[in-house]
Every structure is written in C-alpha cells, then in structure tokens.
C-alpha cells in the first residue's frame, strides 16, 4: 500500500509556471511508477508525465518541452514543474503510484489538486 499527498495547485495566468508536489508515504525508489495525470470533468483521464524507480521518463504529448518530472528520494516526493502554462492545462491534476500488491499490479491515487491557468 501506499498513501500519496498532492500540494502545489492553484490559479495562474497564461505563460505562468506552478510547481506540483506529491509525498509518499514510504520510499519512492519501492515504488515501480509514479507519476501525475490530469482529468477534466467529462474527460478520460491523461497522461501527463511518469517516472519510473529506475528513472525512466515519459511525458504525454501535450507537455513536452513544458513540464518535468523530478524526484526528491530523501523526502520521498515527486515534483511536476509546469512552465509556459496555457488554458488548456486546467485540470484536476493527480499524482500516481503503479506498484505489485499481493502479486498483481495495483495503482494508487492522490485525491487529486486543481490547477487553472487564466488567459
């Protein structure tokens, strides 16, 4: 099991930058994945960016060369930087945690923070 914090969400204006921050509640290099995704009401969840214990990246399309992903081990915490924030990046943004439980694969979910860019 694994417990996950969000922190970091708020409004901002267009080409504004928000940093997003999400505790673990034990060591994150034990966690195979973590990562963000975003969600609007209505929509399926996206992909935005992920980090894998071995320190493999992916970014969702829409967000590359815009954010990053990084990785505080001491303090057990995954950060996403947003920069050159647009419009279309308000969302409901939740951290994830992709690990093996009782030898399947289960996820883990931050109860998610908001995050609204203003034009």
């Known amino acids: 099991q694994v417990q996950l914090v969000e922190s970091g969400g708020g409004l901002v204006q267009a080409g504004g930058s928000l940093r997003l921050s999400c505790a673990a509640s034990r060591s994150i290099f034990s966690i195979s994945a973590m990562g963000w995704y975003r969600q609007a009401p209505g929509k399926q969840r996206e992909l935005v960016a992920t980090?894998?214990?071995?320190?493999?990246?992916n970014y969702g399309n829409s967000v590359k060369g815009r954010f990053t992903i990084s990785r505080d081990a001491a303090k057990n915490t995954v950060y996403l930087q947003m920069n050159s924030l647009k419009p279309e990046d308000t969302d409901v943004y939740y951290c994830?945690?992709?690990?093996?439980?009782?030898?399947?694969?289960?996820?883990?979910w931050g109860q998610g923070t908001q995050v609204t860019v203003s034009s």
């Open positions: 980090i894998t214990s071995s320190g493999t990246i």
């Open positions: 994830s945690a992709h690990d093996q439980c009782a030898g399947i694969w289960c996820d883990y």
